[in-house]
Structure formats: C-alpha cells, structure tokens
Nanobody, 123 residues
Framework: QVQLVESGGGSVQAGGSLRLSCAAS????????VGWFRQAPGKEREFVAA????????DYADSVKGRFTISRDNAKNTVYLQMNSLKLEESAVYYC????????????????WGQGTQVTVSS
C-alpha cells in the first residue's frame, strides 16, 4: 500500500482558488490511480475527481467540471487538485485515496486514504 498525506487546505472566499496536494510514499505510486473525495459535516462523503496511473484519463463530478483540475507528477509522487471558483457549499474535508483499479466513483476500490485537509469557503 501507499501512504498518503494531503496538504494545501485552508480558508478562501467564495470565488477564490486553492490547490490541494496529495503526497505519497510507500509502494510504487505510479501504479496507482488517485481520487479526491470530500465530506462536509452531516453529509456523506462524495466523489470529486480522479486520475489514472498515467495521468492520461481523468474523471470529475458534474458539480466541479470546468472549475477543478486534477493532475499528477509521478516523479514527485504527488497528485494535485486545482480548485477554482470555489463555492460556499464546497467547504468540507478533502481526502485523497489510492486504488490499483480505475473505478473512480467506487470508494471501496481505494485501498489507502489520507487524513484529509480542511477547505473552508466563506462569503
């Protein structure tokens, strides 16, 4: 398994931007697909975006398409989530997770999860 650590969360005004990072250590990171999920208080965890092992295939939740971009740098063992035009309702803890199979919406496929990073969007 890989170990994942998220960073880059913080407070931002609505309409602003943040870039989250997911740094990996352990087994060969380039073999893994990576997904980003988020969970707001009182709500279920939801899929945000995912990227395959090579970086050539990505998938996004409809709610973030056109505003969020997922990318990876396998040389740095890191996946990024660039979030633009953030909305109030996107305040949540954001988690990255790693899977060997690219089934981005299936949370049970992910075998490793980070501890999460808080994103707070204010008016």
């Amino acid at each position: 398994q890989v170990q994942l650590v998220e960073s880059g969360g913080g407070s931002v005004q609505a309409g602003g931007s943040l870039r989250l990072s997911c740094a990996a250590s352990g087994r060969t990171f380039s073999s893994y697909c990576v997904g980003w999920f988020r969970q707001a208080p009182g709500k279920e965890r939801e899929f945000v975006a995912a990227i395959d092992w090579s970086g050539s295939i990505t998938d996004y939740a409809d709610s973030v398409k056109g505003r969020f971009t997922i990318s990876r740098d396998n040389a740095k063992n890191t996946v990024y989530l660039q979030m633009n035009s953030l909305k109030l309702e996107e305040s949540a803890v954001y988690y990255c997770a790693a899977a060997l199979v690219f089934r981005p919406w299936v949370s049970n496929e992910y075998e490793s999860w980070g501890q999460g990073t808080q994103v707070t969007v204010s008016s």
